[in-house]
Nanobody, 124 residues
Framework: QVQLVESGGGLVQVGGSLRLSCAAS????????MGWFRQVPGKEREFVAA????????YNVNSVKGRFTISRDNAKNTVYLQMNSRRPEDPAVYYC?????????????????WGQGTQVTVSS
């Protein structure tokens, strides 16, 4: 059974940077697409970024394109989300998710395994 554990959340100033990590265990990591989503109370979970098995990436263009970078290290079974130029609207719980197969997707219900989430807060 696959398990995902996020880390790296915390408080960051507006304009600052933070890197989230998601460690996967229990399955061959490099055959899965990995994604990051975020959610604030009272709102639906929002797609942030995804990376496929070949390293191809897609982003939520309106929200994070040009500021966030998703990457993966298959040797470490870890996916990362580098977040730069933090904005006041970025605070949320950030979730890592796994989608079986090689195609990146922005659709949350195509991901079958989720981490517990890590809280990111932005201070002005």
């Amino acid at each position: 059974q696959v398990q995902l554990v996020e880390s790296g959340g915390g408080l960051v100033q507006v304009g600052g940077s933070l890197r989230l990590s998601c460690a996967a265990s229990g399955r061959t990591f490099n055959s899965d697409t990995m994604g990051w989503f975020r959610q604030v109370p009272g709102k639906e979970r929002e797609f942030v970024a995804a990376i496929n098995t070949r390293g191809g990436t897609i982003y939520n263009v309106n929200s994070v394109k040009g500021r966030f970078t998703i990457s993966r290290d298959n040797a470490k079974n870890t996916v990362y989300l580098q977040m730069n130029s933090r904005r006041p609207e970025d605070p949320a719980v950030y979730y890592c998710a796994r989608r079986i197969g090689s195609g990146a997707s922005s659709v949350a219900n195509e991901y079958d395994t989720w981490g517990q989430g890590t809280q990111v807060t932005v201070s002005s």
